[in-house]
């Protein structure tokens, strides 16, 4: 298994440009979340996904749109990019929601936003 | 706003010395996660506990329901140890709106 894969790993927008985040699993979990890491802070949580068809919400989800069409993929998509979007970006997943269940973290994705 | 905190924020210490790394959260929660980060980047999930102990190897963490705190203990560290380790918990109640993370503890550990 690849288990979470992110693409890409760098990238470098001007302010305003769009565009999309990709992330896949290959483990067939339900749950799926898109974080962001900032110095001095902890992850926070963008938005998230319980299964195909179905997102909400997360703690700073302003400027990010997200879907999921299938299982295996939840791309995260920026709408005009603005430097305070300037970021580490962490995709993860688990089996369910459920309390007991491990959390699966992709390589990450660093972006810069001039 | 529920928090987790995480002390100490930076550690420092020798090989071979035992580490202790502490978490507290402010209300009750499901479950707790103790993940690593090392400089690459990359995110391992270590343990998740909902109640008691666990070991892996040189790795032991514990978590106090009642005091709402969690441990985590290095034995016989090693430099390849060095990294950031993370606190991260699910809080009870229902919603599936993820985890909240502590800041981190950035662990060097010098030869």
């Known amino acids: 298994n690849a288990g979470v894969t992110q693409t890409p790993k760098f990238q470098v927008l001007k302010t305003g440009q769009s565009m999309t985040l990709q992330c896949a699993q290959d483990?067939?979990?339900?749950?799926m979340s898109w974080y962001r890491q900032d110095p001095g802070m902890g992850l926070r949580l963008i938005h998230y996904?319980?299964?195909?068809?179905?997102?909400d919400q997360g703690e700073v989800p302003n400027g990010y749109n997200v879907s999921r069409s299938t299982t295996e993929d939840f791309p995260l998509r920026l709408l005009s990019a603005a430097p305070s979007q300037t970021s580490v970006y962490f995709c993860?997943?688990?089996?369910?929601?459920?309390?007991?269940?491990?959390?699966?973290f992709g390589p990450g994705t660093r972006l810069t936003v001039l | 706003k529920n928090e987790v905190e995480q002390s100490p924020q930076n550690l420092t210490a020798q090989e071979g010395e035992f580490i202790t790394i502490n978490c507290s959260y402010s209300?009750?929660?499901?479950?707790l996660h103790w993940l690593q980060q090392h400089p690459g980047g990359g995110i391992v999930s270590l343990f998740m506990l909902s109640s008691g102990k666990k070991k892996h190897g040189r790795l032991i963490a514990t978590i106090n329901i009642q005091e709402k705190h969690s441990s985590l203990h290095i034995t016989a560290s090693h430099p390849r140890d060095s990294a950031v380790y993370i606190c991260?918990?699910?809080?009870?109640?229902?919603?599936?709106?993820?985890?909240?993370f502590g800041k981190g503890t950035h662990l060097i550990i010098q030869p």
């Open positions: 996904s319980v299964g195909a068809g179905i997102t």
């Open positions: 209300v009750g929660i499901s479950a």
């Open positions: 991260a918990v699910r809080y009870s109640g229902g919603g599936a709106d993820g985890l909240t």
């Open positions: 993860a997943s688990s089996y369910s929601i459920t309390s007991g269940d491990e959390q699966f």
């Open positions: 483990m067939n979990h339900e749950y």
